[in-house]
């Protein structure tokens, strides 16, 4: 199952580097979105610096839902979803595959964005280790919800516009515990950053069992 569940994480990861349009698309977005943000408030450095992790995450979650999009969306248009079924590979293999792939993806955006928010809010990082370990646990969080959302919408045509309405709420407790972890690692508040590191994983863990055993149910129904 976990050589199945890397095979798929392959294919998407060689679609999207032969592609490049996550390098020509999304990366470009995200750091649109992060120099808007630095733009808006340039005239006070000190809320720059308290609010860059709450901002870096809200980048990542906006950039993170076209990458869920187009995982799905080069599925269904050349029939790959279909074949999959077709293929006896385990479903469970299938989501470890998809979510793996796109939380390679979110975790080489948040090095690019993470480069951007030192150089553009003048921060610091003070726990390394933190910082790490909340980035990976979230973006397992953010991969898993998202691939089992994104095989729920993946078959309506509405799918583009129904993900972001669902998606977003959900992973709410993500934004929340990496923002205040990050301003840990930061060092621009006092929260406790380990702690909040055991809601994203905890968060990652419930997805990651509940999409493994919804998702051949819901890639059927795609």
Same mark, same amino acid.
């Given at each position: 199952? /976990?050589?199945? =569940?890397?095979l798929?994480?392959?294919?998407?990861?060689? @679609?999207?580097?032969?592609?490049?349009?996550?390098?020509?698309?999304?990366?470009?977005?995200?750091?649109?979105?992060? /120099?808007?943000? %630095? $733009?808006?408030?340039? &005239?006070?450095?000190e809320?720059?610096? &308290?609010?860059?992790?709450?901002?870096f !995450?809200?980048?990542?979650?906006?950039?993170?839902?076209? %990458? @869920?999009g187009?995982s $799905?969306?080069?599925?269904? %248009?050349?029939?790959?979803?279909?074949r999959?079924?077709?293929?006896g590979?385990?479903? @469970?293999?299938? $989501?470890?595959?998809?979510?793996?792939?796109?939380?390679?993806?979110?975790?080489?955006l948040q090095?690019l964005?993470?480069?951007g928010?030192?150089?553009? $809010?003048?921060? &610091?990082?003070h726990?390394?280790?933190?910082l790490?370990?909340?980035? +990976?646990?979230?973006a =397992?969080?953010v991969a &898993?919800?998202?691939t089992l959302?994104?095989a729920l919408?993946?078959?309506?045509?509405?799918?583009?516009?129904?993900?972001? /309405? +669902?998606?977003?709420?959900?992973?709410?407790? /993500?934004?929340?515990g %990496?923002?205040? #972890?990050?301003?840990?690692?930061?060092?621009?508040a006092?929260?406790?950053? !380990?702690? !909040?590191?055991?809601?994203? #994983?905890?968060?990652?863990a419930?997805?990651?069992?509940?999409?493994?055993?919804?998702?051949?149910? +819901?890639?059927?129904?795609?």
């Amino acid at each position: 199952m /976990v050589r199945d =569940a890397w095979l798929i994480a392959g294919k998407d990861l060689r @679609i999207e580097m032969r592609s490049r349009v996550g390098l020509n698309q999304i990366v470009p977005f995200a750091v649109t979105v992060l /120099v808007l943000f %630095a $733009f808006a408030l340039d &005239t006070d450095q000190e809320a720059l610096r &308290t609010y860059a992790p709450g901002l870096f !995450w809200v980048t990542v979650l906006l950039a993170s839902l076209l %990458a @869920i999009g187009r995982s $799905f969306a080069v599925d269904l %248009a050349d029939g790959a979803s279909d074949r999959l079924l077709l293929s006896g590979i385990d479903p @469970i293999a299938v $989501f470890g595959g998809k979510a793996a792939a796109i939380a390679i993806q979110l975790v080489v955006l948040q090095v690019l964005l993470g480069a951007g928010v030192v150089l553009l $809010f003048d921060v &610091t990082v003070h726990r390394y280790g933190l910082l790490v370990c909340a980035g +990976l646990a979230a973006a =397992a969080g953010v991969a &898993t919800a998202g691939t089992l959302y994104g095989a729920l919408v993946a078959g309506l045509g509405v799918r583009e516009t129904l993900l972001p /309405v +669902l998606l977003l709420p959900v992973v709410a407790p /993500v934004l929340i515990g %990496a923002t205040r #972890a990050f301003q840990d690692a930061f060092g621009v508040a006092g929260a406790e950053g !380990w702690a !909040w590191l055991g809601l994203l #994983a905890g968060f990652a863990a419930i997805y990651g069992v509940f999409g493994a055993l919804s998702y051949g149910a +819901l890639l059927e129904e795609a």
